[in-house]
């Protein structure tokens, strides 16, 4: 699976971006996709997480910090998962990545940094910087 994100920019606390996950060939359907973040000198910190049971019900995880800023969702088709973060603050500098996992449902935990590992596939990443 191949994942390339985009949509990272510099924004002025307050602002909003929009970020892309992209997948090359394939659809999203069959597989949990997540967002990480990281910042210099920090652990990796889960986002989002999002996917789609059998029933097509969307199962959406957001992460504790930006809980109440942060949707993610699909695109359409299932190509793409789309991160919005609005009311961005300096905290929310970092390298964003999207990782993929086939099968797996988004559940309580997900986003944790013992989680990661689970994904298997990873994009590059994209640099999002909110300036003061």
């Known amino acids: 699976a191949q994942l390339v994100e985009s949509g990272g920019a510099l924004v002025q606390t307050g602002g909003s971006l929009r970020l892309s996950c992209v997948a090359s060939g394939f659809t999203l359907d069959d597989y949990a996709i997540v967002w990480f973040r990281q910042a210099p000198g920090k652990e990796r910190e889960g986002v989002s997480c999002?996917?789609?049971?059998?029933?097509?019900?969307?199962?959406?995880q957001i992460g504790g910090p930006v809980k109440d800023r942060f949707t993610t969702f699909y695109g359409n088709p299932k190509t793409t998962v789309y991160l919005q973060m609005n009311h961005l603050n300096p905290e929310d500098t970092a390298i964003y990545s999207c990782g993929a996992r086939r099968g797996l449902l988004c559940a309580p935990g997900v986003l944790t940094t013992a989680a990661a590992p689970l994904f298997n596939s990873w994009g590059r990443g994209t640099q999002v910087t909110v300036s003061s």
């Open positions: 999002i996917s789609v049971d059998e029933h097509q019900r969307e199962h959406v």
